[in-house]
């Protein structure tokens, strides 16, 4: 351990770890200044080339000007601020200076502070195993009076290489729809005033080189781990940033007066994670995934097959019509059944009921115990729905306590699907939440939970009219602790009206999300595409729907169903009452598959090809050591090309042979040729045998498929003969 108010002269800080280097400069008693985050430079790298100052131009300040790691107006940097904050209207801090560093491992943590103002801000670095940084700051009031917060960001460098943008928007049912753009002088921001991260909050924010793709260019990208308002930011100016081009990153978005700071007060930003590679976003994916499987509280029991009652039942619960769709469940192989809304008082409709979490008597005289002990005499898990968070005025709770309803006094916040949101952070309501809650997962030994949140957080303001938002999010974080360390062995999904709240700051209360609220496969496609850069397929739930989606209103056929859902967390959705015997065999087939390939689906690295056809996708995983693969190969939409010609198989290992097998369990694909490509009938029987380099250089002519089909490619690897 190095511990020092001045780090001696030529020392350089180094964080080294998959692949990947920061570098900083703490001699001296300015701020830490960020000479390089990118590729691992080694031990000891060049101080000389590092600590170079850049050119002085004319119309600047007289001497060069770092980037530090809580870069300020006063240091010449004219972008936004590392820190905003005033003490009764007067700007604080001015000029920070450090006062002390302490660097361990991988772990940088420095402390500077503005005499003048009194405020000290604390940032900790740290470079996770897999090359992930993770960064935030806390700020203590060192000074007398009072010290509002009005931002806190955390920033890294961009290289002049960095000239494309690409970020994520999105709307119910539609999330994570990718966009790109060009970077361009100025700020880039993109702000969440939800009370969530959003459906149309960025996943990743990425800034690359020119071209950038999953497999190809070098990407530096940001998250912002927070589940209320929050920012993710790029931006550039003429005078640059430093010797830098420009800054990203973000953080928590604050409202005026939400954070304010009596003398000896603290705030801590939320986690802002920094992710680098030089082999595109398919790059970055390995690291953040690997970062979140070496978690100690990630999901490692397999993921087990989930029949969710919503789009079969949705408000009808009849016991005899839900203990039939639990042995038809059973019968296909599905592990765990979700009751979704319905079950509680007065909730026939979702105009009524949210907030009294107490099984509905007249539906359910003898509570849920018939319906659950049947399930679990099937052998399956048993999970509920709920939205602790939201109350529906049409409710015992809200007659009750309409003082509970987060909002102003004087004028209720209008309602969104008929209902208002709880103000979980006032002690009584976070209480009541706990006790009903816990209540509910003892009596039923429930396995899971589906945690919703509906609606965005409008008025979001307490009812003695303080900024909401902040203790909001902290209240959810606090309630979703305690009820897991009452119930350690619960599992709960973080649902939003779908993907509304996708971050890897409810990830760290939640054991999957729920992607989107549409299943149609061809939405899905892309939706978990996108989704999938930030998480590994076992954190995203993906379930096949009825033929006809419920969204979208499109049919697509079980194959396509079965094939999207599989690189998931894989689970139903779908009256199975309903079904032929021929669509029994084959949802039983899919999920054989599914049970059989998922500790490769959740385990290896996630890989995306580069087509220049825009109605194909190609996707899949790779084990680790490249041993084996699963790639899907599917068609969204028809080609003005009459074949797909040739198609390079990303991930493999070059230098080994593999067997190429066609997986039809889900189902065949449909097909518009008059005949196969010639390898097609030898993949489906014993397989065929090719090298990595040429599956992976030279490419397989590829069949012509129709839209909304596609087809699932098992590779193996072939161990070669032992010479004697």
């Known amino acids: 351990m190095n511990v020092a108010a001045e780090p001696a002269e030529g020392d350089l800080v180094v964080l080294r770890a998959g692949g990947t280097s920061v570098v900083l400069?703490?001699?001296?008693?300015?701020?830490?200044?960020?000479?390089?985050?990118?590729?691992?430079?080694?031990?000891?790298?060049?101080p000389g080339v590092l600590t170079a100052a850049p050119a002085v131009t004319p119309h600047a300040p007289d001497q060069p000007w770092p980037l530090t790691l809580v870069p300020m107006r006063a240091d010449a940097w004219s972008g936004s601020p590392g820190l905003e904050a005033h003490r009764s209207g007067k700007s604080a801090p001015t000029i920070l200076r450090q006062v002390a560093t302490t660097h361990e491992a991988n772990r940088l943590l420095t402390s500077s502070l503005d005499n003048a103002s009194g405020t000290e801000v604390a940032v900790e670095l740290f470079l996770e195993p897999s090359g992930v940084l993770r960064a935030r700051a806390t700020v203590t009031n060192r000074g007398h009076d009072v010290l509002e917060i009005a931002a806190v960001r955390l920033l890294m460098p961009l290289?002049?290489?960095?000239?494309?943008?690409?970020?994520?928007?999105?709307?119910?049912?539609?999330?994570?729809?990718?966009?790109?753009?060009?970077?361009?002088?100025?700020?880039?921001?993109?702000?969440?005033?939800?009370?969530?991260?959003?459906?149309?909050?960025?996943?990743?924010?990425?800034?690359?080189?020119?071209?950038?793709?999953?497999?190809?260019?070098?990407?530096?990208?940001?998250?912002?781990?927070?589940?209320?308002?929050?920012?993710?930011?790029?931006?550039?100016?003429?005078d640059g940033a430093g010797p830098h081009a420009g800054v990203l990153g973000g953080g928590e978005l604050l409202a005026a007066g939400e954070v304010r700071l009596e003398a000896g007060g603290t705030y801590s930003s939320p986690w802002v994670h920094f992710v680098w590679s030089d082999d595109g976003l398919d790059g970055l994916s390995r690291r953040l995934h690997q970062m979140l499987r070496a978690r100690p509280h990630h999901p490692m029991?397999?993921?087990?097959?989930?029949?969710n009652t919503w789009e079969a039942v949705y408000f009808d619960h009849d016991l005899s019509r839900l203990t039939a769709l639990a042995v038809r469940a059973a019968e296909v192989g599905a592990e765990r059944y979700v009751l979704d809304d319905g079950w509680f008082l007065g909730r026939r409709n979702d105009r009524a009921g949210l907030g009294d979490w107490t099984v509905d008597p007249e539906v359910?005289?003898?509570?849920?115990?018939?319906?659950?002990?049947h399930v679990r005499g099937l052998g399956l898990q048993f999970g509920l729905w709920v939205e602790p968070e939201m109350v529906n005025p049409d409710s015992v709770l809200a007659r009750e306590h309409p003082d509970w309803v987060l909002g102003p006094a004087a004028n209720a916040p209008a309602e969104w699907r008929h209902q208002h949101v709880l103000d979980v952070a006032r002690p009584e309501v976070f209480d009541y939440l706990l006790e009903r809650l816990d209540a509910l997962v003892t009596e039923y030994r429930l396995d899971s939970l589906k945690w919703d949140h509906n609606r965005d957080v409008l008025a979001a303001v307490r009812a003695d009219g303080s900024p909401a938002i902040h203790?909001?999010?902290?209240?959810?974080?606090?309630l979703l602790a305690?009820?897991?360390a009452r119930h350690p062995t619960l599992e709960i999904e973080s649902c939003a009206a779908g993907g509304g709240r996708i971050d890897l700051?409810?990830?760290?209360?939640?054991?999957?999300?729920?992607?989107?609220?549409?299943?149609?496969?061809?939405?899905?496609?892309?939706?978990?595409?996108w989704t999938g850069v930030l998480l590994p397929p076992e954190l995203m739930g993906a379930h096949v729907g009825a033929p006809v989606s419920h969204t979208t209103g499109r049919e697509t056929d079980l194959t396509m169903r079965g094939l999207t859902a599989l690189f998931g967390h894989a689970g139903i959705e779908w009256d199975l009452t309903t079904l032929t015997s021929e669509e029994r065999r084959q949802l039983s087939s899919w999920v054989g598959l599914y049970r059989e390939l998922r500790p490769l689906l959740h385990s290896g690295d996630v890989t995306r090809a580069d087509l220049t056809d825009p109605g194909a996708l190609l996707h899949g995983v790779v084990a680790s050591d490249t041993s084996e693969a699963l790639l899907a190969y599917v068609r969204l939409a028809t080609s003005p090309d009459a074949q797909p010609g040739r198609v390079q198989l990303p991930g493999l290992d070059r230098d080994r042979d593999y067997r190429v097998r066609l997986r039809l369990e889900a189902g065949a694909p449909r097909l518009v040729e008059i005949l196969p490509p010639s390898w097609w009938d030898a993949a489906i029987g014993d397989g065929l045998m090719a090298s990595g380099k040429a599956l992976g250089v030279v490419g397989l002519p590829f069949p012509v498929v129709a839209p909304g089909s596609g087809f699932l490619l098992h590779l193996t690897a072939v161990q070669p003969v032992a010479t004697p």
């Open 301 to 307: 029991s397999p993921r087990p097959v989930v029949l």
């Open 471 to 478: 203790q909001q999010t902290s209240a959810v974080y606090r």
């Open 159 to 238: 290289p002049h290489q960095a000239t494309e943008l690409l970020d994520q928007t999105g709307r119910w049912a539609r999330e994570a729809s990718a966009q790109r753009l060009p970077i361009a002088y100025g700020t880039h921001r993109r702000a969440s005033r939800r009370g969530k991260s959003g459906h149309d909050g960025p996943l990743l924010l990425v800034a690359g080189e020119r071209d950038f793709g999953f497999r190809k260019g070098s990407v530096w990208a940001t998250h912002v781990a927070w589940s209320g308002d929050r920012e993710h930011l790029v931006e550039r100016l003429p």
């Open 364 to 373: 359910w005289p003898h509570g849920l115990h018939p319906l659950v002990d």
């Open 482 to 484: 305690a009820l897991r």
């Open 25 to 46: 400069d703490a001699r001296g008693a300015a701020v830490p200044r960020v000479l390089h985050w990118g590729a691992d430079l080694g031990a000891h790298p060049d």
């Open 505 to 529: 700051g409810i990830l760290e209360h939640a054991d999957r999300v729920w992607t989107s609220d549409t299943n149609d496969p061809i939405e899905r496609q892309a939706i978990q595409r």
